[in-house]
């Protein structure tokens, strides 16, 4: 359990200078086997220019692959056939990156909903509820912050992150 609660406290990386969109397009290739696995159709919309932060791509990565494999998960109970997940990457504001990930799932019962960032809250008979306990602390160790919401059928997670300073090339 200790080891559990520190997975968002490991050692701090130096932040570099990364491509988002390089970095997320890497993570819905390792995604997309079990996608394809499970009949649920992977979408992604990045533009075509690199979008810039400066973070820990681990962690980064980490935050991205914990997102999709929860929206998976989430589309599981959907049987229509139309089961669908969507990465975005954007750069919505100047100033400030945006990873959205939107799934066609149910959505969350309405008394985990409030709780949805704490740790050890989960719908999932084996989840952890830690998943986006952790997700929360990756995205505010890189300078951001993670939110949802339940629109028009689906069920999006916004994180934002700092886009890196043109001049900052480290």
Do not use: Y
Not at 34 to 51: K, N, T
Not at 100 to 112: L, M, N, R
Not at 120 to 140: C, D, M, N, R, W
């Amino acid at each position: 359990l200790q080891k559990f609660l520190r997975l968002g406290h490991r050692s701090p990386q130096t932040p570099a200078r990364l491509d988002l969109v390089e970095l997320m397009d890497g993570a819905l290739q390792l995604v997309r086997p079990a996608f394809d696995h499970a009949h649920v159709r992977l979408e992604s919309r990045s533009p075509s220019d690199g979008v810039f932060v400066k973070g820990d791509p681990e962690s980064l990565r980490e935050l991205a692959l914990n997102l999709l494999l929860n929206a998976l998960e989430a589309t599981g109970g959907t049987r229509s056939g139309d089961a669908f997940v969507r990465l975005e990457t954007s750069v919505p504001e100047p100033g400030a990156a945006e990873i959205c990930v939107t799934d066609s799932g149910p959505g969350p019962a309405a008394e985990t909903s409030r709780r949805m960032f704490e740790p050890f809250v989960s719908e999932k008979p084996e989840g952890t509820g830690l998943g986006l306990h952790l997700a929360k602390q990756i995205a505010e160790a890189n300078g951001g912050w993670i939110d949802w919401k339940r629109e028009d059928g689906l069920t999006r997670f916004l994180v934002r992150i700092p886009l890196a300073i043109t001049e900052d090339r480290s």
